[in-house]
T-cell receptor
Framework: SQTIHQWPATLVQPVGSPLSLECTVE??????LYWYRQAAGRGLQLLFY??????ISSEVPQNLSASRPQDRQFILSSKKLLLSDSGFYLC????????????FGPGTRLTVT | AQSVTQPDIHITVSEGASLELRCNYS??????LFWYVQSPGQGLQLLLK??????LVQGIKGFEAEFKRSQSSFNLRKPSVHWSDAAEYFC???????????FGPGTRLSVLP
């Protein structure tokens, strides 16, 4: 079965600083990968998804970007963080064909100060 | 477009009491339905899923859910709640491509001793 790792677990960054969050997946090949954001007390907002290396779809306009340099690596970035970027970031994986559910990593808590 | 509603933002039950969390969906085709649980500061864990077949599905931790097409509902139930069940519960609907995956806003469950 698949395992999803997220790094770091928590992060405190000043406004205007860059961001890089990493998600890696073990135990599956060619997965669909997703980045979600969860603001405090709110539901999940899909930010990006990827069906393959270098293939990124953005769901909402924002100052964040995503990249997939390897099959099982998904990176969320920003050049300049805003206060509104604070939240809980979750990486998810749909392992492959014939599987319809998503599996989630442990999340990264980002606080922008 | 798909949508999911969870009418109850917060539910409080006593330990040992039965539980039902409501979920209604809107989807043009046959839905793929899921329930997830999230403990504070954690990622989401899949409780159960429905694709086809028997409309009553069993999941982990003693949970079950029933798909009712006529009511567009997929309610989650547990006969006897444990204190460790206190968490946020999310209903989700997806398609067979795994790309259109929509979460409800969540229901927070509190358990009284």
């Amino acid at each position: 079965s698949q395992t999803i790792h997220q790094w770091p677990a928590t992060l405190v960054q000043p406004v205007g600083s860059p961001l890089s969050l990493e998600c890696t997946v073990e135990g599956t090949s060619n997965p669909n990968l997703y980045w979600y954001r969860q603001a405090a007390g709110r539901g999940l907002q899909l930010l990006f998804y990827s069906v393959g290396i270098g293939q990124i779809s953005s769901e909402v306009p924002q100052n964040l970007s995503a990249s997939r340099p390897q099959d099982r690596q998904f990176i969320l970035s920003s050049k300049k963080l805003l206060l509104s970027d604070s939240g809980f970031y979750l990486c998810a994986c749909k392992p492959g064909t014939g599987v319809y559910e998503q599996y989630f990593g442990p999340g990264t808590r980002l606080t922008v100060t | 477009a798909q949508s999911v509603t969870q009418p109850d933002i917060h539910i409080t039950v006593s330990e040992g009491a039965s539980l039902e969390l409501r979920c209604n969906y809107s989807y043009g085709a046959t839905p793929y339905l899921f329930w997830y649980v999230q403990s504070p500061g954690q990622g989401l864990q899949l409780l159960l899923k429905y694709f086809s077949g028997d409309t009553l599905v069993q999941g982990i931790k003693g949970f079950e859910a029933e798909f009712k097409r006529s009511q567009s509902s997929f309610n989650l139930r547990k006969p006897s709640v444990h204190w460790s069940d206190a968490a946020e519960y999310f209903c989700a609907v997806g398609d067979n491509y795994g790309q259109n995956f929509v979460f409800g806003p969540g229901t927070r469950l509190s358990v009284l001793p």
